[in-house]
């Protein structure tokens, strides 16, 4: 039985109501020896999708322990509830079966066990079924910590049952991206205006040190750096960023903000 | 002499400037063993109401421990500072008497002993007497954690003359309910949307499966629901919720929004 | 070799993104003794000025202990990365070499060794030479509680190269300050919108009871002050604040937006 003694929080409770404290404290009182580190709780309310890319940049750095995740819209409803092990045991993953938890499981290597949260002698009894992160998925996410075995926790699910998919990143051989550049998507927008892309940093070597960045009707040249250093005032920058993407930049401004992009934006890259 | 190992830290320091982490610092030299549980500290500036019905929310789950509340508009005057035992002594409430701590209090029970914090040998020699959190509450709070029993803080207080009351809820018979409808309070919006009503869910049984709210001049019909996904889109809908109250809501949308409910706001509900 | 137990962090990295989450995951599992005590992490983005006066505010509360701290605009370029250790080695802090750790050790007291952090057998191999929290300075710190010395981490260097200066006051003797008035500098306004002044309050006894404040072509009177509560509705107060300096404050309300300071705004403080 693997033994847990670390638990990685997310959700999208923010932080100025008492709920992420309430789980702690619940996960306290379950497992008192277990750390529990707050991974964010800002995820937009409901944003399942900004939770999962959340979690999947996350993934290389999450074990070993359990990750708690709750985004959770469809609570009080049918959806499932799981508990998803990475294939060594390294990482078991807590949350709603809506696509939240599968990009990060399948980034940590092939799925091994999976349970459905079926057995109640394992949740609290909660006041209205409206609070799972504090009744379901925290104290068993301690129990975890304390000891349980996954298959305790309820019915054995079908990995491919599991909702959500591997994160797709945009692909192609140098000769193909230098041929016909790529269409990519923009994943995220960090505090400091970098603009995460769904594609490897290496997959835009082929492009050469001078890219194009075409973003609706304007097309712009990039520097391709390797730090933010490389680059002059004002200058855009295409490197890779901490967890391996292509990432626009500006030197100590805001990327996102001067070319208006958002999660979402879709823009091409080319050679010049 | 009961000895704590956890303390819920509750205040409006907000996390932009370094008072929280200040504190957390002090209690780590005073009580290294101790694990402090952040429950939130976005209680509006100054807002005693906000910060007890908060603590009054999360009462059932911060036992067994200590629960460390600042909100202190008082500080630096004559205000008293309290240690509040619960009279199984699962709990000890320490913070400024100004009504902050009574309705979590009398939550979890009858009051046990209860004292003033005038031994000065418990706290810091602060720099100015504007930060009791860091330099008053904290140490006490820490003290408790490493043996210091509660009798040693100060002069025992009467408990009936604390600030503040236990929390009034809207109260009627189920004929009463159904006959003359209820007048009742939001409580508190919380980050969905969801709007808190100043009543037990209970006593809205006798409301009936369509019960009627009037907002101001506007009627709306609501579903009495069990869960989120018994509302249809758009549908208005009251149900308990994580605590126990009364609620409206709107599946994966904000009632709050919808209807302009913000805390305080006052509403009648009725029988069809 | 002195072996810390706690790391107090500080950073410009928000709580939205996981940033901070992951640098606490980085440190539990290279120091999983460790205690990380997050002092703020809302340091405007890239304010290293901001950073650097936060840390020296906290300093008399961060020891025993490694402080970790990220405001760091020139990550991936050739600044350095830097310990300094305190001369009574109560505190090292761990960041980069670009002023903002100095102010807070200079108010430690005289520093004692100093290293650049180059050697990599400490650092983790990162994705993108772009995030120094996570896999320099994070490990690091993390290092020095599991009793890696100092020295071990690299080069010496000399505490006059380092980049930044003590904090400087404004200063005078009471008959100057008395004669002459002084100008003093808002440092920071607080969550409560009091506006501290570089300035020990101690300098301002000179100026007597009712000081006068001149911001831009206003000319205002003041009161010096125990606490808010010596003051009347609408007052402007004079005080000592929790770090020794000299506030502006009204009782229960923002001096800072009564009066239009922000960080930086320069003023006039004399005798009536």
Not at 10 to 30: N, P, Q
Request: with cysteine; charged share 20%; net charge negative.
């Amino acid at each position: 039985v693997a033994r847990y003694d670390t638990i990685t929080f997310l959700s999208d409770f923010g932080l100025a109501d008492e709920f992420v404290g309430v789980v702690h404290r619940v996960i306290r009182r379950l497992a008192s020896e277990a750390a529990v580190i707050d991974l964010t709780h800002q995820i937009p309310p409901q944003d399942v999708r900004a939770g999962a890319l959340t979690l999947w940049r996350a993934a290389p750095w999450l074990g070993p322990g359990v990750v708690l995740a709750v985004v959770d819209p469809g609570v009080g409803t049918h959806r499932r509830a799981v508990a998803i092990e990475a294939a060594d045991a390294s990482v078991v993953l807590v949350g709603p079966d809506n696509g939240l938890l599968v990009p990060a499981a399948y980034r940590l290597g092939s799925l091994g066990r999976v349970v459905a949260l079926t057995n109640p002698a394992w949740h609290l009894a909660g006041a209205g079924g409206t609070f799972d992160g504090r009744d379901v998925f925290g104290p068993v996410a301690a129990r975890l910590c304390s000891g349980v075995d996954l298959v305790e926790l309820g019915e054995h699910v079908d990995p491919l049952s599991l909702r959500g998919a591997p994160l797709g990143l945009a692909e192609g051989t140098p000769d193909e991206v230098a041929d016909r550049g790529l269409d990519v998507e923009v994943l995220w927008v960090d505090r400091y205006g970098n603009a995460q892309l769904n594609v490897a940093a290496s997959t835009l070597d082929a492009l050469g040190s001078r890219p194009v960045v075409q973003i609706g009707p304007l097309t712009h040249t990039a520097r391709r750096a390797q730090g933010y250093a490389d680059l002059a005032a004002g200058e855009l920058g295409l490197l890779a960023d901490s967890t391996g993407l292509g990432a626009l930049c500006l030197d100590r401004a805001s990327a996102a903000a001067a070319l208006g992009l958002t999660a979402g934006t879709t823009l091409r890259l080319g050679v010049a």
